[in-house]
C-alpha cells in the first residue's frame, strides 16, 4: 500500500537538494570572484565547502528521486542525510523520519534493476 511518506520525503529532498546545489554553485562563484581579486588562504576552505554543499545537493536530489519512485531504500536514506546540511536542515529531519517510516513500501530490488 502506497503512503504519502516515502512521496513527501522525496519532494523534502529534493528542496533541500536544489537549494544546497545553489548556495554551493553560488558560494563557488562568489569566492572564485574574490580570489581573482585577492589572495587569501581562506578561500581554499571556502571552495571545498562549496564543492562539498554541490556533491550533498546531488545526492539529496539523487535519493529524493529513489523516494518517489520507492527504489532502493539505502539510497534514498543517504539522500535525507545529505539534506541536513545548512539551515534548511528541518527539511532532512522530516525526510529521514518519512523515510524510515515508509520504508517497507520500497522495493526490494537492487540499482540493476532501474
Not at 12 to 27: F, W, Y
Not at 58 to 86: D, H, N, Q, T
Given at each position: 500500500?502506497?503512503?504519502w511518506k516515502?512521496?513527501?520525503?522525496?519532494i523534502?529532498?529534493?528542496?533541500?537538494?536544489?537549494?544546497?546545489?545553489?548556495?554551493?554553485?553560488?558560494?563557488?562563484?562568489?569566492s572564485?570572484?574574490?580570489?581573482?581579486?585577492?589572495v587569501?588562504?581562506?578561500?581554499?576552505g571556502?571552495?571545498?565547502?562549496t564543492?562539498?554543499?554541490?556533491?550533498?545537493g546531488?545526492?539529496?536530489?539523487?535519493?529524493?528521486i529513489?523516494?518517489?519512485?520507492?527504489?532502493?531504500?539505502?539510497?534514498?536514506?543517504?539522500g535525507?542525510i545529505?539534506?541536513?546540511?545548512?539551515?534548511w536542515?528541518?527539511?532532512?529531519?522530516?525526510?529521514?523520519?518519512?523515510?524510515?517510516?515508509?520504508?517497507?513500501?520500497?522495493s526490494?530490488r537492487?540499482?540493476?534493476?532501474?
Amino acid at each position: 500500500m502506497k503512503t504519502w511518506k516515502p512521496t513527501t520525503a522525496g519532494i523534502l529532498m529534493i528542496i533541500a537538494g536544489i537549494t544546497e546545489a545553489t548556495v554551493g554553485i553560488t558560494g563557488a562563484i562568489i569566492s572564485g570572484t574574490i580570489a581573482g581579486y585577492t589572495v587569501l588562504p581562506v578561500l581554499g576552505g571556502i571552495w571545498a565547502f562549496t564543492i562539498a554543499l554541490i556533491a550533498l545537493g546531488i545526492v539529496a536530489i539523487a535519493g529524493g528521486i529513489c523516494s518517489l519512485k520507492r527504489r532502493i531504500w539505502g539510497l534514498a536514506l543517504a539522500g535525507s542525510i545529505c539534506s541536513l546540511f545548512g539551515i534548511w536542515f528541518v527539511l532532512g529531519i522530516l525526510a529521514i523520519i518519512f523515510v524510515s517510516m515508509g520504508k517497507e513500501e520500497f522495493s526490494q530490488r537492487g540499482v540493476s534493476s532501474l
